[in-house]
């Protein structure tokens, strides 16, 4: 096979997902004081490591500190990702629609054994679908998808 036919090859076989949240601007601050603390901490790591990533953070939380009701829509984009399930999407739809308040919640409303559960929770944490927050109690981790949608794109 020649190089040409290589990479057509290579972009047929490729699938990229988009996830797409709409976030109000004090949200974002506060996800920004979450993860940063102050600005001027985030200011001082930017300077530090010259991160593009970081100065965007860096820059829209200036801006949306004077504009709090003004609203962004954010997206993540995963290239090439082949491993989303059907079982993945109810884990998602559940999430999103259910907020169970840990993996044991969400085995339950699913009707699941908690280490399967567990075991696709992991894989989509790992590719960035879901975060995993700290619970009440127990080291429980409640699971939370942070999207309002999710485009595929062949």
Known sequence: MNEITQKIKGRINMIKIK?????????????????????????????ETENMKLELDYDEWKYFKKHPEETL???HILYDYKGLSST???LLDT??????KSLTDLAKVMNKDVSTVQRN???LKEDGFIELK????????????????IEIAM
């Open 19 to 47: 996830l797409i949240r709409k976030i109000k601007g004090k949200e974002l601050v506060k996800e920004y004081e979450k993860n940063y603390r102050t600005l001027e901490n985030l200011k001082k790591i930017v300077e």
């Open 121 to 123: 929770i992991v894989k």
């Open 134 to 149: 700290e619970g009440n109690k127990n080291n429980m981790k409640t699971p939370f998808f942070n999207y309002d949608k």
């Open 88 to 90: 993945d999407l109810k």
């Open 95 to 100: 999430i999103k629609n259910n907020h169970p």
């Open 73 to 75: 829509e954010q997206t």
